[in-house]
């Protein structure tokens, strides 16, 4: 079973930066896509970013060019850069990972979840 540990959630003003960070550790034969979803009260959980093994990034319409995701596969490592944040940002954000676990199974699996809040 793999857990992951996600990081850098917190309280920031519209226009203001935070990094989140989630490491997975475990049984982990190889790191397939990675990426952060966020659900906002009364919402559906929602795709933010993803990245693939290969390190190529997709974004959704509403935070694209103010969002960087990127990954560090030495240290099955997932980071989503937040930049110019807007209260409309304002949710909890899930880190999830797709992979090979040592038995060589493909599995998900999900981060407990980073409150970020955007307001003045």
């Known amino acids: 079973q793999v857990q992951l540990v996600e990081s850098g959630g917190g309280l920031v003003q519209p226009g203001g930066s935070l990094r989140l960070s989630c490491a997975a550790s475990g049984s982990i034969f190889s790191m397939n896509a990675m990426g952060w979803y966020r659900q906002a009260p009364g919402k559906q959980r929602e795709l933010v970013a993803s990245?693939?093994?290969?390190?190529?990034?997709n974004y959704a319409d509403s935070v694209k060019g103010r969002f960087t995701i990127s990954r560090d596969s030495a240290k099955n490592t997932v980071y989503l850069q937040m930049n110019s944040l807007k209260p409309e940002d304002t949710a909890v954000y899930y880190c999830?990972?797709?992979?090979?676990?040592?038995?060589?199974?493909?599995?998900?699996?999900w981060g407990q979840g980073t409150q970020v809040t955007v307001s003045s």
């Open positions: 999830k990972v797709d992979y090979v676990d040592g038995r060589w199974r493909g599995a998900v699996s």
């Open positions: 990245i693939t093994g290969g390190g190529r990034g």
